[in-house]
């Protein structure tokens, strides 16, 4: 049976009969969500509770890294019901994206990668929310709410930090190291297995759509919002 917008597989059961490459498709999209949020939480949030200045902060930050380790968990879990080996699923012996290659050493970097990085992670998981594998999609709009909190609350602590001179600074200063990244993060034009996903109603837009959509928002964001400037990045090949 062939996934259409029409025609949803609905269960892990059901995926077991739908075409190979169907399935396929699924395991890639599982595993490198998976792999990516562990990334994350590892890299990014766990860290950044030292990082906090103040007790209320720390608590934040410790909620998004215990999010963020979370979505790790549910995609892995989904990954083990449709059969991806737990060993697939974690990040060693695996090249990280460029976005976590990024050494974060302050407050404010913290800031920026969760004003840009949660803004691009909000523009994927909006695609599968409309995902023809329903296990994803329910998945999906579980983990949002989520994802919008790490971007508003990237939003306002950069929002304040830039009301002093040095944390204008440092927030611009942190932009223009961590956005060039950022493009390169929705995969490369005419990319074959995002072709598939959109063959079989896995996800809706290409890369290139969902990269240009990303680039309107984050400007509006940066420039409109925060008054700070977006450097220029090269198009992503």
């Known amino acids: 049976m062939s996934a259409t917008a029409a025609a949803p597989i609905k269960s892990v059961d059901a995926l077991k009969a739908a075409p190979d490459e169907y399935r396929m498709a699924v395991r890639k999209i599982v595993r490198s969500h998976a792999v990516n949020e562990l990334y994350g939480a590892r890299v990014y949030d766990e860290p950044a509770i030292a990082l906090a200045p103040t007790p209320y902060l720390k608590w934040l930050t410790c909620r998004i890294a215990m999010e963020e380790y979370g979505h790790h968990v549910r995609f892995r879990q989904l990954g083990e019901q449709i059969g991806i080996p737990e060993s697939e699923m974690t990040p060693e012996g695996r090249k990280p994206l460029s976005i976590f ?3 974060l050493t302050t407050w404010e970097e913290f800031c920026v990668v969760k004003l840009l990085a949660d803004l ?12 023809s594998f329903l296990p994803l999609r329910n998945l999906a709009k579980v983990t949002m709410p989520e994802e919008i909190f790490h971007s508003q609350f990237g939003k306002d602590t950069c929002t304040e930090l830039i009301k002093t001179e040095d944390g204008r600074k440092k927030v611009q200063a942190a932009i223009d190291r961590y956005f060039p990244m950022m493009p390169a993060f929705f995969g490369k034009k005419d990319s074959a297995n995002n072709a598939l996903y959109r063959k079989y ?14 680039l309107k928002r984050v ?6 919002h925060l008054k700070l400037k977006l450097p220029e990045v090269a198009e992503a090949a």
Do not use: S, Y
């Open 219 to 224: 400007r509006d964001l940066v420039e409109g």
């Open 101 to 103: 290659e990024f050494p």
């Open 120 to 131: 691009a992670e909000i523009i994927q998981v909006e695609d599968l929310m409309k995902c």
């Open 201 to 214: 109603g896995i996800k809706q837009r290409t890369n290139e759509d969902m990269r240009a959509d990303f």
